[in-house]
T-cell receptor, first 115, second 109 residues
Framework: DTGVSQNPRHKITKRGQNVTFRCDPI?????LYWYRQTLGQGPEFLTY????????KSRLLSDRFSAERPKGSFSTLEIQRTEQGDSAMYLC?????????????FGEGSWLTVV | GIQVEQSPPDLILQEGANSTLRCNFS?????LQWFHQNPWGQLINLFY???GTKQNGRLSATTVATERYSLLYISSSQTTDSGVYFC???????????FGKGTKLTVNP
């Protein structure tokens, strides 16, 4: 069990550029989540996958954001035409199980700074 | 309204002291979890505690679901306990975890 892995850990980009983050969940975890956290706040839910199916999306996930989990394993989160307000830490998490409510394991996060 | 509310927002302790962190949650939130976020941003799951009491070393947690609150106890605190403690619950039977704003704990040597 190597834990949830996220890449890159830090990204500085110019406003208007596109960025992509990758998440590798814990092996055999069928649930994968993306959250966003800004300074001084708790994480905010963005989206959730059960295997390859994207089952929930927050209204925070504007049309500039897209997430995929093509083979039910790793996931990518792409932000197009970045804005300064996108600067935050993007957290990926995974969990096992099929029922509602399970222990969730977070990665170390990917810090995004838009300049 | 506020779905998950934590208190106190900040807590400063001397090493060796005990502390209690509180989390109140609304009817729409359940299956509480406690997390510790270290200074580097890593969120560690401490307890999955929808109800009852669990203990892990110097940490223990109690959730009274009928009264919509949970408590995290830290005994004999150490400097490595510093960081932000979050409680979070699933919203309305969905997979969306709703977090409180956290309690920032500083343990001084």
């Amino acid at each position: 069990d190597t834990g949830v892995s996220q890449n890159p850990r830090h990204k500085i980009t110019k406003r208007g550029q596109n960025v992509t983050f990758r998440c590798d969940p814990i092996s055999e975890h069928n649930r994968l989540y993306w959250y966003r956290q800004t300074l001084g706040q708790g994480p905010e839910f963005l989206t959730y996958f059960q295997n390859e199916a994207q089952l929930e999306k927050s209204r925070l996930l504007s049309d500039r954001f897209s997430a995929e989990r093509p083979k039910g394993s790793f996931s990518t989160l792409e932000i197009q035409r970045t804005e300064q307000g996108d600067s935050a830490m993007y957290l990926c998490a995974s969990s096992p199980g099929t029922g509602v409510g399970n222990t969730i394991y977070f990665g170390e996060g990917s810090w995004l700074t838009v300049v | 309204g506020i779905q998950v509310e934590q208190s106190p927002p900040d807590l400063i302790l001397q090493e060796g002291a005990n502390s209690t962190l509180r989390c109140n949650f609304s009817d729409s939130v359940n299956n509480l979890q406690w997390f510790h976020q270290n200074p580097w941003g890593q969120l560690i799951n401490l307890f999955y505690i929808p109800s009852g009491t669990k203990q892990n070393g110097r940490l223990s947690a109690t959730t009274v679901a009928t009264e919509r609150y949970s408590l995290l106890y830290i005994s004999s605190s150490q400097t490595t306990d510093s960081g932000v403690y979050f409680c979070a619950g699933f919203q309305g039977g969905s997979e969306k975890l709703v977090f409180g704003k956290g309690t920032k704990l500083t343990v001084n040597p």
